[in-house]
């Protein structure tokens, strides 16, 4: 669908890991990603009145390194906790530009079991572009090495208007 168009659709389904997903009333979906290289997919929602707030579901379409994907599933197999210093750097691969100190401001970083599933939540800000982020890491394949990210991110400004209709999305994923 382009830009502001409405969804025409309550919820997002079979979606990578995610079976079903409720969505925010009045979201449009953003206009569509094309990548060249590996089977990467990028899907965005925004509510109709601040395309600046947006819920993003990223598929890189590459496996990361069998050492990096083994860290996250570890990391995933224990009880749910805030992560230490060490456990974040040891997931760096699957953090991508949220593991560069420079880049972004880590203000939370946790496993948590989100309707059955095991993931990994990480919240913070860039600021560079002064824009709030948090987003899940699912482990897509079970073994670590596919990574599902949902994310919702704004500029600050924009952010705490629409982040609980963002984070009541996520939390009502059904998960394959």
Known sequence: MNDGDPLGQSEIRDHGQIAQMELPE???EGPPHTFSVGTRSFRELHPVEAPRFTLCFYYRGLLIPEAAGKAFHELLEKP?????RAELQSVGEVLRDKARADDFNTSLARTEDLNGK???VVAGCYPRINEETVEVFVDAR????AVQEIYYQAPQDVFSQHAKAAKNAIRSIRWK
């Open 26 to 28: 009045g979201w449009v």
């Open 142 to 145: 079970g073994d670590g090495r």
């Open 80 to 84: 749910a906790h805030v992560l230490s």
């Open 118 to 120: 095991r993931v990994l």
